[in-house]
């Protein structure tokens, strides 16, 4: 099982993720965190990195349910999507699959939760 599913798209690095905050919004996605890899990289290590951003998304409704069946699963929330350059033109949008992060935690319950996160995510990403 893969962990995540992706999209390579022919556009601006920044106007992906302007593109993908937005459609995440649309889908009841807000942003809660925000890593810019590359400036983190530059900053702490010195070191070059191309452009790649984490965005935490998360839909308040699905976590609070989430936390409601199982109250640590906040580990492993939010739901990182990744805008990274492929160089050339392209930028890949990854975002992780829910029900193989949350599959290890063994609550069927949890896993309808996560399932229905995935189609929500499946459907940002396809949409880009």
Do not use: W
Request: hydrophobic share 45%; proline share 3%.
């Amino acid at each position: 099982m893969s962990y995540y599913f992706s999209k390579v798209l022919t556009c601006d690095f920044d106007k992906t993720v302007e593109r993908v905050t937005l459609a995440l919004k649309g889908a009841g996605f807000g942003i809660i965190t925000e890593i810019d890899v590359r400036e983190t990289f530059k900053r702490k290590l010195n070191a070059d990195f191309r452009n790649y951003r984490i965005l935490g998304a998360c839909n308040p409704t699905m976590a609070r349910e989430a936390l409601e069946i199982e109250d640590k699963i906040g580990t492993m929330l939010p739901c990182n999507v990744v805008v990274q350059d492929m160089g050339d033109g392209h930028v890949e949008v990854a975002a992780v699959d829910p029900v193989a992060s949350m599959a290890a935690v063994g609550n069927p319950t949890l896993l309808q939760v996560a399932d229905r996160v995935r189609e929500m995510l499946k459907s940002v990403v396809e949409s880009l």
